[in-house]
């Protein structure tokens, strides 16, 4: 219970290298989450003008997510 400073280090460590940024499991593979769906497939306007008007140039701009963007 008494854990030293190196041995608490020691263990936030290995508690780190468990999270993966990929890991998420609220959203399936092959989709983008719904707020990155609507900018990519949506122009929203605001009062004054309209914004993610720019379409993504880079075909694997989302090919870690498995979407192909290429169309």
């Avoid at 399936?28 to 605001?46: A, F, I, K, W, Y």
Wanted: charged share 25%; proline share 7%; aromatic share 6%.
């Amino acid at each position: 219970q008494n854990l030293s400073n190196k041995a608490m280090a020691e263990r936030a460590g290995e508690e780190k290298k468990k999270f993966s940024i990929w890991d998420l499991p609220d959203v399936p593979m092959g989709q983008l989450p719904p707020h990155l769906e609507l900018q990519r497939s949506r122009v929203s306007c605001n009062k004054d003008a309209p914004i993610h008007t720019e379409s993504i140039q880079y075909s694997g701009a989302y090919a870690s997510m498995g979407i192909d963007n290429s169309s």
